[in-house]
């Protein structure tokens, strides 16, 4: 069968499109330069990226303008429509494609909402994330699909859909039947724990990130295990939600109409290049420190494996080094993540949130270790691709001279300009839509989202701890009722002796309001700067 294209396709493009599969994936539309400009999911492949070529009676202006500048087309196939969809969302996060944005506004964004820090969570759609400490999945850029996905979602891993307050209120009016179908997990009929419910809830929030592969090996694990301690019928809900995850393959989530190879990733190629790696750096790990007033102190490392976040293999640390001295704690981080180069595996390169200076801190270390590293300095802006430092040990580079390496390092749309320090570092200002600059700035915002979520976490743990842990008869059970009730510590501070009788009766409310009103070190926080 001849396809015939109405729209000007050249010959290396239509020869491409030849070789397009009758699978799910997700397609990357590139203009002359090879610049990404465009990211889209397709239940079927074939038909959906040919079909931008076979007829424009349909399309509006800025679709139009997007067919006329596509250059090539990559693709990468999936093995469901579900895995799809969460693939496109990460991919337009790493390319920031300019069509996409243009050819949808920001009322076609949705989020999953999800807070773990609830007794007992449930799954929610927004357009707008509020700063309210729940985990926000996304953004998606069509509600029904990411619906139909999560719906479907629901039959492995069953979760609520509402608070539990209005779960309990509606037993009176209603029969359980979502329960009863197994779509709801049992939490209020005490038929599972809350411990239990947020484990399955952590494998499908797992999933939505795109980790299936490591799900199915965790659900797999489980029910070996549970078969080995003889609790059968535990090992055979584990295999019924084993074969609903496989189930999953055959879904149609986004109807008809609808990992890039590595060694085709143009990033990963393009940092090859550059550093003179013997390979494309298939793991990249990116660490960031942080902390508030010289408290709290964390660090993170994310890894990136073949240009994607490999979430299971992510660290944190909680940092030894006190105080504010940013060099010593980055130089901590890499110290105890050399010492483990066997259990964890070694990475192609590190990348560091910071520029010359914070590379300086640990450069005898990754020389010594053999690994090469850049540090990423975007002026304290996360919003930014900006200025990238290139530190390029001896081991893995030529000698670079300030005459040679505009020519040495100029590759495609990477348009940068460099010239050697004394410290043997190479300052490179990368162009913000080169291909190198958007994978280093989308795992930079890996590792500081993952740092401050820690540090957020320590934080509010010290100030509970700090407060309700040092009074007398007040228990982890009693404090987390008053969390609970009040929403925070100040919350708690501000309730009346008789809001707090009605949470732990009179005798234990009147030792804390004494103790909430009464500052004394023992049980005030230390402020912070």
């Not at 992510?314 to 940013?326: A, P």
């Not at 900006?386 to 040679?404: T, W, Y």
């Not at 976490?457 to 982890?476: D, H, M, Y």
Request: with cysteine; hydrophobic share 35%.
């Amino acid at each position: 069968m001849v396809v015939k294209y109405n729209i000007g396709v050249n010959k290396k493009l239509a020869d491409k499109l030849k070789k397009l599969p009758s699978f799910p994936g997700v397609y990357f539309h590139k203009n002359a330069d090879g610049e990404v400009i465009y990211v889209g999911k397709a239940a079927v492949l074939k038909n959906r990226v040919r079909s931008y070529f076979q007829s424009k009676k349909d399309f509006d202006a800025k679709t139009l303008a997007l067919v006329d500048e596509i250059a090539d087309v990559d693709w990468v196939e999936t093995d469901s429509e579900i895995d799809a969809l969460f693939l496109e969302s990460e991919m337009i996060k790493r390319y920031k494609p300019r069509y996409n944005i243009m050819l949808r506004d920001d009322k076609s964004q949705i989020y999953v909402r999800i807070n773990m820090r609830d007794p007992v969570p449930y799954v929610s759609f927004t357009r707008q994330p509020a700063d309210d400490g729940a985990e926000y999945y996304g953004p998606f850029y069509n509600s029904i699909t990411v619906k139909n996905a999560l719906r479907l979602l629901r039959r492995v891993f069953p979760y609520y859909t509402r608070p539990a307050e209005a779960v309990i209120a509606s037993t009176a009016k209603q029969s359980r039947i979502n329960f009863q179908i197994g779509l709801e997990p049992g939490v209020v009929e005490g038929q599972m724990s809350s411990a239990e419910y947020k484990k399955s809830l952590r494998q499908l929030i797992s999933y939505i990130r795109g980790n299936r592969v490591a799900v199915i090996r965790q659900v797999e694990k489980e029910m070996r295990d549970a078969a080995r301690r003889q609790q059968y019928e535990q090992a055979a809900h584990y295999r019924n939600q084993l074969n609903n995850l496989l189930a999953l393959r055959k879904q149609v989530v986004f109807g008809r109409d609808e990992f890039l190879d590595a060694s085709r990733d143009m990033g990963l190629a393009g940092l090859r290049d550059l550093l003179d790696l013997p390979d494309i750096p298939r793991r990249i790990e990116g660490f960031d420190v942080s902390h508030h007033g010289g408290t709290n102190n964390v660090a993170s490392m994310v890894v990136f494996t073949n240009g994607m976040p490999d979430r299971a293999k992510y660290r944190k640390f909680k940092l030894r080094t006190g105080g504010s001295d940013d060099l010593a704690q980055m130089r901590e981080v890499i110290s105890r993540r050399l010492k483990h180069l066997r259990d964890w595996g070694r990475p192609d390169l590190i990348v560091i949130d910071g520029g010359q200076t914070q590379l300086g801190a640990v450069t005898d270390l990754l020389n010594g270790a053999g690994i090469a590293f850049i540090g990423r300095n975007k002026g304290g802006d996360h919003s930014k691709n900006a200025g990238v430092l290139l530190a390029i040990p001896a081991f893995c580079h030529s000698e670079l001279d300030s005459e040679s390496s505009n020519n040495d390092i100029t590759k495609g749309d990477e348009k940068m300009t460099g010239s050697r320090i004394k410290s043997g570092m190479t300052p490179h200002q990368l162009a913000p839509n080169s291909h190198i600059a958007k994978l280093t700035a989308r795992l930079d915002d890996e590792a500081h989202r993952f740092a401050v979520s820690y540090h957020t976490t320590l934080k509010r743990a010290a100030a509970t701890s700090n407060v309700l842990e040092q009074i007398p008869g007040i228990g982890p059970a009693t404090r987390k009722k008053l969390i609970r009730k009040f929403g925070s510590v100040a919350g708690v501070g501000k309730a009346s002796e008789a809001e707090l009788a009605a949470v732990v009766g009179p005798a234990r409310a009147a030792v804390l309001k004494k103790s909430l009103t009464t500052p004394n070190p023992s049980t005030i926080p230390a402020r912070t700067s």
